[in-house]
């Protein structure tokens, strides 16, 4: 904390210099990232056009590219979009809202959290893919087997760092709070909770892509309906260009959603701070 | 275990013990709702006839084949996947500039679920490749992460006493740079070998002739459920007991 006062307090005293070259930064890593991206494509480009692998297998990223604007004039392709956008928002949803209450229930009663630790690290969100088939029997094939996967998934990351967080802060503001005659209520959500507030959202970032890669894996496995479920269709009925399509959906999508949420939790530390 | 109580103040093996008997008492819990959901509803095998049929899979000569698939999968793509993100996140973690330009490419790559890329992967390493390259992509970013981070926060006293010494750079490394983030870089190794774990089965999944994947997903078609469950039981608990033992390791170094 106090670092980062002092960082700012610089930040202050010399604002046309540092500020430039912050933002100077930033640019040049969007720039970077922009040519590598674009360069990468080309590279593919050549490659295909070279013949070094069949376009029937992958196809050039300009075929890739008219695949994907025609997908996005298609009905299929936003009902499978909205499927997969329906689960990941539920399991965020319950994840998150679960994990944040088991954070709290860890931070409370420290001998509970200590039962729990060792399996959520070792379950950290992604081996719970392998349960898929159990509860497809349990559940059925349905949104639902999906959505309670991803919700743990989603939770874990979520339950960790709140826990982390809680017990972070230091034990003066919980004095003051008392001493000010605060109830417990007040405790969590005016002190402790803001207090705890970056970790907080850093689980919920990591919760927000754990659930999304949780839910299109799991779709990839085996479902009626979604994104991945798609791709995977697509691939056992040799539409390659059309998965091609597919795929690179997916992926514009999920770097939507990191960069998306990089910005909100950019936006809400520092405003937070302020 | 009790021998290596950390020398936090207070009552440190019972606090060890706790967690412990804790985390016991938990898997007994979770033993237990197992069992009634297993006489609930005929889907699901109770917990010791799951380890019947594990025990029999155990000795057929086939399965075991289908085991060692897997696990030579796993090893290998562990070890790649290591190898590959211990150098770019030493790499990264050098240079501010690699930094600049490939961090938010590596950051947005980490986010995407990896496992669409498998039919990309399948034409270009083959059927057996493309599993090994998919656990390589899952286990990559943890250790490329940890690593790129362990690096960049190392003590500024550290480089000056290593030049102080004239240290060369591979003496840098064993010396200096490994013994300093040895944390991070055991947490990421930690989170690599589940992650690998989960890559490779969920490729077999996909498409391959062998391996545990194809076990639990053709027993799944044929409705053969203990057979199902007692293989995800056997992954899960093998990929639970190595992250287990070296989060206690990587606990014990703080």
Redesign the interface.
């Known amino acids: 904390m106090t670092l980062r006062l002092t960082e700012r307090a610089e930040t202050v005293a010399r604002q046309p210099v540092s500020r430039r070259r912050w933002l100077g ?1 930033g640019a ?3 720039v ?2 922009a040519v ?2 674009v360069v990468l494509g080309l590279i593919f480009q050549a490659c295909s056009a070279l013949g070094l ?2 376009e029937a ?2 196809p050039a990223p300009s075929t890739v590219l008219a695949e994907f604007g025609r997908l996005l004039g298609t009905g299929e392709f936003w009902g499978d979009l909205g499927r997969t956008a329906l689960e990941v928002l539920l399991s965020i949803v319950f994840g998150c809202t679960l994990g944040l209450f088991a954070g709290v229930l860890f931070w409370k009663l420290p ?2 959290g ?6 959520l ?4 969100a ?2 719970l ?3 898929y ?2 509860m ?3 559940v059925g094939i349905n949104a639902s087997s999906v959505v309670i996967l991803a919700s743990v998934m989603a939770m874990i990351p979520m339950a960790l760092n709140t826990t982390v967080g809680l017990n972070g802060i230091p034990p003066v503001y919980l004095k003051l709070a008392r001493s000010v005659g605060a109830g417990p209520r007040r405790i969590l959500f005016s002190i402790a909770l803001p207090a705890a507030g970056p970790f907080v959202l850093a689980g919920l970032r990591m919760g927000v ?1 754990y659930s ?2 949780g839910a ?2 799991m779709e ?3 479902a009626q309906a979604g ?2 479920y798609r ?2 269709y697509l ?1 056992e009925t040799f539409e390659s260009e059309q ?2 399509g ?2 690179f959906a ?2 514009v999508l ?2 939507v ?3 998306s949420l ?1 910005g909100v939790e950019r936006v809400l530390s520092t405003g937070g701070r302020r | 275990m009790t021998v290596h109580a950390p020398n936090r103040g207070g009552m440190p093996k019972r606090l060890l013990d706790n967690q412990f008997v804790g985390g016991l008492a938990l898997f007994i819990v979770v033993i237990l709702a197992w069992q009634l959901c297993s006489s609930l509803t005929f889907v699901i095998p109770a917990p010791v006839r799951t380890l019947e049929v594990l025990g029999a899979n155990l000795t057929d000569a086939s399965y075991i084949f289908d085991l060692r698939v897997t696990a030579q999968s796993v090893f290998q793509a562990f070890l790649i996947g290591t190898l590959l993100g211990g150098l770019i996140g030493l790499g990264l973690g050098l240079s501010e500039r690699a930094r600049l330009w490939f961090e938010p490419l590596l950051v947005i790559l980490n986010g995407i679920p990896k496992i669409v890329l498998y039919p990309v992967l399948l034409p270009l390493f083959g059927l057996i490749g493309a599993k090994v390259a998919m656990g390589v992509l899952f286990a990559l970013f943890p250790v490329l992460i940890n690593v790129a981070t362990g690096v960049r926060e190392m003590p500024r006293v550290y480089w000056k006493l290593a030049s102080a010494v004239q240290a060369n750079p591979w003496q840098k490394l064993i010396y200096v740079i490994l013994p300093a983030i040895r944390r991070p870089l055991l947490a990421g190794l930690r989170l690599a070998v589940s992650l690998s774990v989960v890559g490779v089965v969920l490729s077999e999944f996909f498409a391959t002739r062998r391996g545990l994947g194809r076990v639990v997903l053709q027993s799944y078609n044929h409705g053969d459920y203990p057979v199902m469950v007692a293989t995800v039981v056997l992954l899960i608990a093998v990929a639970f007991v190595i992250s287990i033992l070296l989060w206690r390791w990587e606990k014990r170094l703080r």
């Open positions: 930064k040049t890593s969007a970077a990232t590598l991206i692998w069949s297998d992958v001998r509970v200590r039962a729990f630790e060792p399996y690290v070792s379950f950290y992604v081996p893919v392998l349960f088939p159990v497809i029997v349990l892509v999304l890669i299109i894996a990839f496995t085996t994104l991945g791709i995977r691939y998965m091609f597919y795929i997916v992926l999920s770097c959603i990191t960069l990089q």
